[in-house]
């Protein structure tokens, strides 16, 4: 409940057994550990905890930066699956505004690592040189 | 337990709203848009704290307080910086209150009321520019890498515990540099520190990119970001980093000699991340059963519990485990005592 990443559950028979029972958060999986290895076992839990989660929240965020060439595309995703669309813009506050007039969602940003890439506003059809990404935000 | 949390299937607002009350991070206050940390909200924010500022000191940067007031006047000398916080103001007008004469308890004192108003900061910009002038002469005395953790009020009508309140914590680095490269390798420093501690203590993945003319920061000449996805498909601003160039420097005519011996405006940057941290970790891992914290930033990263009651040699075997655990620095909890001890041991029987 306040988001402890392993609990280990220790009972009489478990020690007379010479294990312990490990119980991961984020997976909610459990096993039996013998408990001369556990610390050695809850060690590496943690850090497999870490990357974990990160590669869960890593591979969601990856599957929902979808790119749209047109507007129906951009107003289509927006509704069905949401995220990140990544999208050419022209550059103007003018463009920019009104597709968050429209839809809500804003520019979240020109992002450093982006390709350069000719393409056309998915708004104007104005031409553009990289992709941004749009989202609903918080 | 898990049945008072609402699904996120089902409504993802009331999800989060019930994780943090459930995890007892926070609660509400009497005063609309602003929130009570609770100590378990407050552990995290800590070790996020920790974790950030130790960072910042490793690339030079120290630490510094500045006032919680900042004159009315020092805001409107950066134009767009006050066309952009205008509108979310707290402005101190008085100083003193009296008992009302006719008897309706306490009131504001006429009579005391400021010559100039104050403001309560929304951002520190403008007061430490403002001291940075009797502190920069020369280009030996850059650049300044000055950091401070501290609260500031943005008067927002539409809250959310952590992700948006009126009163919020952050940090808020403020750096002067002799050069627009010198400042601009700055920012971009911040904001790959930034984006590395969300991805390794944080766990949640965030993407580098610029902010567009019109979602700058106002006073900046270009704002980098950190942009993350929460589970519900929308995005999360986790941290700005701003190139402001020579912009304060002009507004608080902060100028140095530089190695030619010539005057020249200080280059500034500033960065933050906030409270709003927390916001983002509860909506990027926690699930319908309640808040789930990554390791790195878990006050309790272990705890140990009894099936199906303590025994004799159990709590033995408990607190070595747990001491070894601890050796290796791995924080641990034991709620290893039965009720009938835990009782004897209360407080309140002794």
Partial sequence: ?138 | MAKEITPRSEDYSQWYLDIVRKARMADTSPVRGCMVIKPHGFAIWEKMRDALDAMFKETGHVNAYFPLFIPKSFLSKEAAHVEGFAKECAVVTHYRLKNDPNGGGVIVDPEAKLEEELIVRPTSETIIWDTYKNWIQSYRDLPLLINQWANVVRWEMRTRPFLRTAEFLWQEGHTAHASSEEAMQETRLILDIYARFAEEYMAMPVIKGIKTENERFAGADETFCIESLMQDGRALQAGTSHFLGQNFAKAFDVQFLNKENQLEHVWATSWGVSTRLVGGLIMTHSDDEGLVLPPKLAPVQVVIVPIPKPAPGLMETAEKIAAQLRARSISVKLTMMSKTARASNSPNTK
């Fill in chain 1, 1 to 138: 409940m306040i988001g402890v990443p392993v609990r280990l559950g220790l009972g009489q028979r478990d020690i007379d057994a010479g294990q312990i029972e490990v119980a991961r958060r984020d997976t909610r999986e459990k096993n039996n550990v013998p408990l001369d290895t556990v610390v050695d076992h809850v060690a590496q839990l943690l850090d497999d905890i870490q990357a974990n989660l990160f590669n869960r929240a890593k591979a969601f965020r990856d599957a929902h930066i979808t790119p749209a060439d047109s507007w129906e595309e951009f107003e289509q995703i927006l509704e069905t699956k949401g995220g990140f669309i990544s999208a050419h813009w022209d550059g103007t506050t003018e463009t920019e505004l009104a597709i968050k007039e429209r839809t809500k969602a804003t520019i979240r940003c020109i992002p450093v690592d982006g390709p350069a890439e000719a393409g056309k506003c998915v708004l104007t059809g104005k031409p553009s040189t990289q992709r941004v990404l749009f989202a609903k935000a918080y």
